[in-house]
């Protein structure tokens, strides 16, 4: 994925909208840390944070740095509050109601 990304930011950089695409790229490589983290992959999450290192700020970096330092008990933990978000009914589901509160009548002026 870090191959794809590369090449896409050679060609938003060869069209002037480098800008345009670092937002997606940011989103995107932040969606790909996450699961490495989760997954206890740090070697593929450090390199990612070297190789698109204008992206991140210090503290983020650092941050996937500490997380990526005991992976395995990182990602138990990560897996455990998965599981008990699961459990405990904790996420949030969209539903209609949230989703498209009722409009309240509009009362009559007279």
């Not at 490589?29 to 070697?43: K, Q, T």
């Not at 070297?50 to 990526?68: A, I, M, P």
């Amino acid at each position: 994925m870090r191959k794809v990304l590369a090449r896409y930011f050679d060609a938003a950089r060869e069209a002037g909208r480098l800008d345009d695409y670092r937002v997606f790229a940011r989103m995107e490589i932040e969606r790909i840390l996450a699961m490495c983290v989760f997954n206890g992959l740090p070697e593929h999450a450090r390199t990612t944070v070297r190789q698109f290192r204008e992206l991140f700020k210090w503290h983020q970096r650092s941050g996937v740095y500490l997380l990526t330092v005991f992976p395995g008990a990182t990602s138990a933990v990560l897996r455990f509050a998965a599981y008990m978000g699961q459990v405990l009914h904790l996420e949030r589901q969209a539903s209609r109601r949230r989703l498209y509160p009722k409009r309240s009548a509009k009362k009559a002026d007279g």
